[in-house]
Nanobody
């Protein structure tokens, strides 16, 4: 398993921005499927954005497309999530997840929590309207 340490998050007004970061303790960062999930109280964990570190392929769930940007800095083993135009529905605990991958799996593979064995501790995002 990969140790993942998240930072960022906090509180923001609707329409504002926040940035999350996730540092991965691994020497296999360049061949990782990585994703951001979120979980609101009483709801299931859902994938919101995914990235394959091998070729920068990305995917987003429809509700965040055009507002969130997932990116990587391979020199720092860091995955980031820039969240813009925040809405109240973005509130929740955000988790970074990672799984070794030889290639981009495509489809919705990266949005299924059961496909990931390494998870960060979670960071809270609260958006007030």
């Amino acid at each position: 398993q990969v140790q993942l340490v998240e930072s960022g998050g906090g509180s923001a007004q609707a329409g504002g921005s926040l940035r999350l970061s996730c540092v991965a303790d691994t020497d296999r960062f360049r061949r990782m499927c990585m994703a951001w999930f979120r979980q609101a109280p009483g709801k299931q964990r859902e994938g919101v954005a995914a990235l394959y570190t091998g070729d920068d392929a990305t995917d987003y769930v429809a509700s965040v497309k055009g507002r969130f940007i997932i990116s990587q800095d391979s020199s720092k083993n860091t995955l980031s999530l820039q969240m813009n135009s925040l809405i109240a529905e973005d509130t929740g605990t955000y988790f970074c997840a990672a799984e070794p991958c030889r290639s981009w799996p495509g489809g919705r593979w990266s949005f299924r929590p059961t496909n990931f064995h390494s998870w960060g501790q979670g960071t809270q995002v609260t958006v007030s309207s």
